[in-house]
């Protein structure tokens, strides 16, 4: 692993880990919809899941990917719980995406 890819790597966790954490401690503190970057977070705590998700799919996983020889049973394993991390943080993304209450446009209000 070159040192661009790890460096990569430890900001991809870093920041999906970051704002996970973020979000989950927001959310503690009542029934207001915290904001990150002055946009709101509908459903904290699933994008705090989705984070965290993708923070250790592919921040991690890209980490620690070369410690095993490939084809082995550790590489295998590690795989599938890398797929099945990014799996989950898609699921999780879908989630938030279709369950976000969009406002309608009231066409008469322009």
Known sequence: MGSVDLVLAVVVAAANLTVAAVLL???RS???VPRIFGRPQ???RLRAAMHACL???MGVGWLVKDIFPPHSTGDTV?????RILLVAGLVTALLVAF????PIRDKAAR
């Open 55 to 57: 923070g250790l799919g």
């Open 78 to 82: 590690l795989f599938n719980v890398i």
């Open 42 to 44: 509908p459903f904290p």
């Open 99 to 102: 369950q976000h209450a969009r």
């Open 30 to 32: 009542g029934t207001a």
């Open 25 to 27: 401690a927001r959310s």
